[in-house]
Nanobody
Framework: QVRLVESGGGSVQTGDSLVLNCTAS????????MAWFRHAPEKEREFVAA????GGSQYYSESVKGRFSVSRDTVFLQMNSLKPEDTGTYYC????????????????WGRGTQVTVSS
């Protein structure tokens, strides 16, 4: 069974940092682009970051650029200088080729991990 499992979420204060991890099982995702999305209540699922198969290219939304960093040595999302607007459920996703900002173009999804940032 192919699974992506996110971990590392929690409740923090404005300005704090968190690291989210995405653990894959059931197949190798070495040739997949890995991405992070988030979903806040009453908002659409939002692209956060993506890293290509080789790790050579990384993409970020404007809202997190300069604060978040994605890596795939072990797929994780380093989140610094967190703000209340970063609150949401964070999902790890994988797509076999290319990278996309739209969530429905990804092949595999985790179930998410909650991040809550209070002011």
């Amino acid at each position: 069974q192919v699974r992506l499992v996110e971990s590392g979420g929690g409740s923090v204060q404005t300005g704090d940092s968190l690291v989210l991890n995405c653990t894959a099982s059931g197949r190798s995702f070495a040739s997949y682009t890995m991405a992070w999305f988030r979903h806040a209540p009453e908002k659409e699922r939002e692209f956060v970051a993506a890293i290509t198969q080789s790790g050579g290219s990384q993409y970020y939304s404007e809202s997190v650029k300069g604060r978040f960093s994605v890596s795939r040595d072990t797929v994780f999302l380093q989140m610094n200088s967190l703000k209340p607007e970063d609150t949401g459920t964070y999902y790890c996703a994988a797509v076999q080729s290319g990278w996309f900002r739209h969530w429905d173009l990804y092949d595999y999804w985790g179930r998410g991990t909650q991040v809550t940032v209070s002011s």
